[in-house]
Every structure is written in structure tokens, then in C-alpha cells.
């Protein structure tokens, strides 16, 4: 009976990786190779984070309590989706949040069954302009300014100070 030959094969940019034998000898060659591309991929993300530039990770959802949200939002009577917005800002800082991100902006919205803006970074671009929140360091995350927590709150917001043009 003839002995059955196994082949791999890999190509990733100019890096080649082609084997032919026994089961045993590519099996463990294979993961051999596995086990040095893990290795690797550890080294690189280290290396990565080390330098203040962490890998990328893939998004996920927020782990919020969303706990008396309903009641919250029932006693501020929201506008509008940006009103809505700065006030699921200042219900998270209540809940112990540095600031708020995409993420747990959609995922007030889903709590409370209702569809969010399009795009919810461009409001926050727009809240910026005006005045009413600021980054908190934090890539893609705001906190509100002292305006956006008047007006959240559902006081006047203090007016911001035209430049006179030279």
C-alpha cells in the first residue's frame, strides 16, 4: 500500500512556507510554525504597547449599568437627539464615567429602544464647536464642559464669547 503524502502551503508578502511529507513530519511543522507566529504576534503588540501605540482590538460593547436610565430621562424631557445626547453624558458621569464614547451613546440609545443619529461622532464634532463637550484624553471619548452640563442639567447655558474680528 502506498504511503499518502501531506502538503502545506503559505504565502504572506515575500515570507513562503511549503511542506511535503509524512502526516506527522507537516503536522508538526505546522505547529511549530503556529506556535512562532503566537509567539510573534505577542512580541509585536508588546513591543507596540510599550511605545504608547497599543494593537489594534477589535470593538466591543461597552459594559454599562444602564440602571434607571428610563427615570432619568423622564425627569430631563430631552429636545432633541444633541440634547438627548449631553444628557446621556451626564447620566454616565453620574454613574462614575470619565466620558463618553460612540459605543456607550448607542448603547443609551438601544436602552431605551430608540434609533440614534446616523453618526454619532459627527455630533459630538458639533457639540465641540459649540462648546458644549471636550476630549477627555481618551481616543474617541468626551467629557461635558461646564456649558454642556448647564445645558444638560436644564439650566441656561452660559453664552460663549464672540473674538472681534482685527
Known sequence: MAERTYRF?????????????????????????LEEAILEEEVTHRAKARKGKA???????????????????KKAKPRDKKDRMLRYIDFLKGKGHRGAGAKEIEACFKAERLKGPAS???????????????????????????????????ESAPRRKRRKKA
Open 9 to 33: 502551503f503559505i504565502r504572506q508578502g515575500e515570507f513562503e512556507l511549503d511542506l511535503e511529507g509524512d502526516k506527522a513530519f507537516v503536522e508538526s511543522y505546522v505547529q511549530a510554525f
Open 55 to 73: 494593537a489594534p482590538v477589535e470593538p466591543s460593547e461597552p459594559n454599562l449599568d444602564l440602571g434607571g436610565l428610563s427615570d432619568f430621562m
Open 120 to 154: 454619532i461622532r459627527q455630533y459630538f464634532q458639533l457639540m465641540k464647536k459649540e462648546g458644549l463637550v471636550e476630549p477627555t484624553g481618551k481616543w474617541g471619548s468626551w467629557k461635558l464642559t461646564a456649558r454642556g452640563a448647564a445645558m444638560a442639567s436644564g
